[in-house]
């Protein structure tokens, strides 16, 4: 199989704290995992790339210092959201890619954590 | 940048066949897919197609790929109440690390 967790699912937290969130890749290693976030009757938009060892990778706008991402190990990513403000609720999904393939990008998708700051 | 567009909802009645539509705009998509998205749960890859095929077959899954419109659909033979969920249709260029990019979801209603 092909699972991959996060933690937490659920999470409500007071406006200027900080939050992590774990990735992880239960039966398989992952050297790139993806942190996307999801907004009501919207697409999912990729807020960067993690590979194991070595800095992700942040899409246009995305701001590092608020989103920081740590791929420590080839089953772990964290996605730390610093100082959180109400904009920042969201729906957090984080997904793994199983090996080095170099042809059909499939990326096995963790469940999700619903991050709500008051 | 790339766009891929997805009619928000989409309604049948169990048994019926359902056609969930995707369009994109990135010529040089080589992989597109669909993905399954029950509630409170991640996605799920059910199926992909390379860009050089025209059709993909997969029990009651269907997909069709018109390259020349860059339209993608997904036809669910024999529609049941557990097919209720929302569908993405995503794309990637060529080459593994490419990111893919997903449409806006459709969510299927199924009734009983």
Same mark, same amino acid.
């Given at each position: 199989g092909a699972v991959v967790s996060q933690h937490p699912s659920r999470v409500i937290c007071k406006s200027g704290t900080s939050v992590k969130i774990e990735c992880r890749s239960l039966d398989f290693q992952a050297t790139t995992m993806f942190w996307y976030r999801q907004f009501p009757k919207k697409s999912l938009m990729l807020m960067a790339t993690s590979n194991e060892g070595s800095k992700a990778t942040y899409e246009q706008g995305v701001e590092k210092d608020k989103f920081l991402i740590n791929h420590?190990? &080839?089953?772990l990513s964290t996605l730390t959201v610093t100082?959180?403000?109400?904009?920042?609720?969201s729906f957090y999904i984080c997904s793994a890619r199983k090996? &080095?393939? &170099?042809t059909v990008n499939e990326q096995f998708f963790g469940p999700g954590t619903r991050l709500t700051v008051l | 940048g790339e766009d891929v567009e997805q009619s928000l909802f989409l309604s049948v009645r169990e048994g019926d066949s359902s056609v969930i539509n995707c369009t994109y705009?990135?010529?040089?998509?080589?992989y597109l897919y669909w993905y399954k998205q029950e509630p409170g749960a991640g996605l799920q890859l059910l199926t992909y197609i390379f860009s050089n095929m025209d059709m993909k077959q997969d029990q009651r899954l269907t997909v069709l790929l018109n390259k020349k419109d860059k339209h993608l659909s997904l036809r669910i033979a024999?529609?049941?109440?557990?097919?209720?969920a929302i569908y993405f249709c995503a794309e990637s260029s060529s080459g593994g690390y490419q990111k893919v990019t997903f449409g806006t979801g459709t969510k299927l209603q199924v009734i009983p």
């Open positions: 420590a190990s &080839l089953t100082s959180a403000h109400p904009e920042d609720s090996g &080095l393939s &170099l | 705009t990135d010529s040089s998509s080589t024999d529609t049941q109440t557990g097919d209720s």
